[in-house]
């Protein structure tokens, strides 16, 4: 028998939409625009990795005793831009998809 915080986290999890996170990608978007062009690349990577940890949303969700998310929501899968940069067509077949799609909405897209 579960209890009545199990079930309301069960709930949540299987009502949770698959959605493309943009937050990793507009964070290292915004370190590399005011970066110092003229350090070292394993530097700059690894400031970027540090601008990543200091300001990335956690996600909480009430009566969670284990935490801990890759995006900032439940089911919301972070990009990488510095291993794939997604053109358009990509997020709207990432959208599209019949079997796992992740729901890409227009604040991603711009």
Excluded: W
């Amino acid at each position: 028998m579960m209890t009545e915080r199990i079930q309301q986290l069960r709930k949540q999890s299987l009502n949770a939409v698959n959605t493309l996170s943009a937050e990793r990608a507009l964070l290292v978007t915004e370190y590399y625009k005011k970066a110092d062009s003229n350090l070292p690349i394993p530097i700059l990577r690894a400031r970027a990795f540090e601008h990543i940890m200091l300001n990335k949303k956690i996600c909480i969700n009430p009566g969670e005793l284990i935490v801990g998310e890759r995006g900032p929501a439940p089911k919301a899968a972070p990009t990488y831009p510095e291993v794939c940069l997604h053109s358009l067509d990509d997020l709207e077949i990432i959208n599209s998809r019949p079997k796992v799609s992740f729901r890409v909405d227009e604040e991603t897209r711009e």
